[in-house]
């Protein structure tokens, strides 16, 4: 399974746009990358999820370059609310089985 | 309505005793999983069923044994509670195995704490 790394943590503002980033550089040809985010005494929700280029929906915008080695979860208009634990997971396309990472704690301020 | 529930929130008790945790889903998903998230925050894999069939049973210790009644439901059972099963547990449910257009759903999570 293809390892991922992000960030630990990030810091923002309300009304900001927020871009983590995660690597991914040993990424199969069958994952899709995989972004979930988890609120504190929450569960972890699936956000967004994309193969290659750019995928957009009412939450998130995930872009991913051709290489596929990165991809970038972009946030508009952060609000306080999007404090959450940001997760990262290249998926092979057969199992949802995985182990998530530490993910990236955003942390948005007033 | 809560598409992934699990019972209870939180469960205290002491070493050495057995104990439960309960989970439905009413989204119809055919998969269901327990997931661990210890105090790193780290979420592993335990168990997943597909129609009340195990499919996926990680290294867990045989101290753990996961019971599907039917596809809606996957209870957990842990008998001989030690201190290191101290975790948050959660039960997640997706449309099918495969992770493609077939997000998991998780519930809110059971809070163990072994003393």
């Known amino acids: 399974l293809a390892k991922t790394t992000q960030p630990i943590s990030m810091d923002s503002y309300e009304g900001q746009e927020v871009n983590i980033t995660c690597s991914h550089n040993?990424?199969?040809?069958?994952?899709?990358i995989t972004w979930y985010q988890q609120f504190p005494s929450q569960g972890p929700r699936f956000i967004i999820q994309?193969?290659?280029t750019k995928v957009t929906n009412e939450v998130a915008s995930l872009f991913i370059p051709a290489d596929r080695k990165s991809s970038t979860l972009s946030l508009p208009r952060v609000s306080l609310s999007d404090t959450a634990v940001y997760y990262c997971?290249?998926?092979?396309?057969?199992?949802?089985?995985?182990?998530f990472g530490k993910g990236t704690m955003l942390l948005v301020s007033p | 309505d809560t598409a992934v529930s699990q019972t209870p929130k939180y469960l205290v008790t002491q070493m050495g005793n057995d104990k439960s945790i309960k989970c439905e889903q009413n989204?119809?998903?055919?998969?269901m999983y327990w997931y661990k998230q210890d105090s790193k925050k780290f979420l592993k894999i335990m168990f997943s069923?597909?129609?009340?069939?195990?499919?996926i049973n990680e290294t867990v210790p045989n101290r753990f044994s996961p019971k599907s009644p039917d596809k809606a439901h996957l209870n957990l059972h842990i008998n001989s509670l030690e201190l290191g099963d101290s975790a948050v547990y959660f039960c997640?449910?997706?449309?099918?195995?495969?992770?493609?257009?077939?997000?998991?759903?998780f519930g809110n999570g059971t809070r163990l704490t072994v003393t």
């Open positions: 040993n990424i199969a040809t069958n994952d899709y």
């Open positions: 997971l290249a998926m092979p396309s057969g199992y949802s089985t995985l182990t």
């Open positions: 069923y597909n129609n009340k069939e195990l499919i």
């Open positions: 994309g193969y290659k």
């Open positions: 989204l119809g998903h055919d998969t």
């Open positions: 997640a449910s997706s449309p099918r195995q495969s992770s493609y257009n077939s997000p998991l759903h």
